[in-house]
C-alpha cells in the first residue's frame, strides 16, 4: 500500500504539489493525469525520493521513505521514463540485469531472470538479448525499459509518462503489454500520463490532478459518468469523446452481484456497448456474461449513463 499523507512540494514558495493525500491499494494500477504542469510527475517522483517533500510523509507498507537511505529505496522500486534510459553501450539483455548485478544476485539467476521477463514481455531473448539500443525498435527499447525496472521483482513500479515517445499503433500494443504484465505479475503500478484516455483505458484507479492538487480521485467508469469538476469534464472532453471513452473499459469491472432479466450482455463488453443496449431494450438492469457464458453479475444503468451524455436514453 502506498499512501501520501499530506504532501505537498514548494519551489520558490510556490507549490507544485499541495497538500496531497491518496491511499493507493496494493496490487493495483494507479494512473495520475493531468495537464503540463499539474504536478503529476513531481508526486510520482517523491515515491522514489527522487524529489524531497516539502512537508508531508510517503509511506510504502506503513514505512516512511524518509527512514530509508535513497539508493536503497530506488532498488526495491522499478523506474520508467519516456525515453526508457538504457545504458547505450550494453545489450538489452545488461540493461535488464542491471539492479539484479547491483543486489549481488548469482549469474545463473540472473540469466534465468532476464529470460524469464524477455519471453512474458514477448521480446525474443536469444534474438533481442544481444542488440544494443539503438538496434532496437522503439516499442522493443520501452520493453527493455519495463523488464528492467521489473527485474528484481519489485513491488512497486513507478512510471513517467512511459509510452508519450511511440507511435499510435506502437503505443497500443505498449499499453496492451503492460496491463497484461501487471496482472500476471500483481505489481503495484503507479503511471504518470497527460492522455485521459491512457488513463481510462489502463487504469483501476485514476487521479486528476490540477495545480498540485488533486481533482477527482476514483474508478474509471466513475469519473466518466460522474466527474468531479468542470476541469475534469473538460478533460474527459464532448459527450461524444466520453462515449468513445467508456469502449476502452470492460463493463464488467462495475458489475454487481444478482440477476436481472433481459438479454444477456456478452463477455467482454465494453461499458459504451452496456449503455447502448440499456438505451435500446429500455432497461435499466442487464446481467452480463462471463468468460463461460454464465452471468457473473448486474450491470446497472445508472452507473454509466451520466457519462458525458445524459441525454442518451429517457430518465
Known amino acids: 500500500m502506498i499512501e501520501f499523507q499530506s504532501v505537498s512540494k514548494l519551489y520558490d514558495g510556490l507549490a507544485a504539489v499541495d497538500d496531497v493525500s491518496l491511499t493507493l491499494e496494493r496490487g493495483t494500477l494507479t494512473a495520475v493525469v493531468g495537464t503540463s504542469g499539474s504536478g503529476k510527475s513531481t508526486l510520482l517522483r517523491m515515491v522514489n525520493r527522487l524529489v524531497e517533500p516539502t512537508s508531508g510523509r510517503v509511506l510504502i507498507d506503513g514505512a516512511d521513505t524518509a527512514s530509508v537511505p535513497p539508493a536503497q529505496l530506488r532498488r526495491r522500486i522499478g523506474y520508467v521514463i519516456q525515453d526508457t534510459g538504457l545504458f547505450p553501450h550494453w545489450s538489452a539483455a545488461r540493461n535488464i540485469a542491471t539492479v539484479p548485478e547491483l543486489l549481488g544476485w548469482p549469474k545463473a539467476q540472473i540469466r534465468a531472470r532476464v529470460r524469464e521477463l524477455m519471453e512474458v514481455l514477448q521480446l525474443d531473448p536469444d534474438a533481442i538479448g544481444p542488440r544494443r539500443p539503438h538496434e532496437l525498435s522503439g516499442g522493443q527499447a520501452q520493453r527493455v525499459g519495463v523488464a528492467r525496472a521489473l527485474a528484481a521483482r519489485p513491488a512497486l513500479l513507478l512510471m513517467d509518462e512511459p509510452f508519450g515517445a511511440l507511435d499510435p499503433v506502437i503505443r497500443g500494443q505498449a499499453q496492451a503489454d503492460l496491463r497484461r504484465v501487471q496482472r500476471q505479475l500483481g505489481t503495484t503500478v ?3 500520463t497527460h492522455d ?6 489502463l487504469g483501476d484507479r485514476i487521479a486528476v490532478m490540477r495545480e498540485g492538487r488533486i481533482e477527482q480521485f476514483a474508478a474509471p467508469a466513475e469519473i466518466i459518468a460522474a466527474p468531479a469538476t468542470p476541469f475534469v469534464a473538460d478533460l474527459l472532453g464532448e459527450g461524444d ?19 436481472a432479466e433481459g438479454p444477456m450482455l456478452p463477455a467482454g463488453s465494453s461499458l459504451a456497448e452496456a449503455l447502448a443496449e440499456m438505451i435500446w431494450t429500455g432497461r435499466d438492469r442487464l446481467p452480463i456474461a462471463g468468460p ?3 452471468a457473473v453479475g448486474v450491470v446497472r ?11 442518451a436514453g429517457p430518465e
Open 292 to 294: 463461460d457464458g454464465r
Open 196 to 201: 485521459m484516455a491512457e488513463a481510462i483505458r
Open 241 to 259: 469523446r466520453a462515449f468513445r471513452l467508456m469502449s476502452l473499459r470492460p463493463a464488467r469491472e462495475i458489475a454487481e452481484p444478482g440477476a
Open 301 to 311: 444503468r445508472d452507473a454509466v449513463i451520466r457519462a458525458g451524455r445524459p441525454e
Open 190 to 192: 503507479i503511471l504518470v
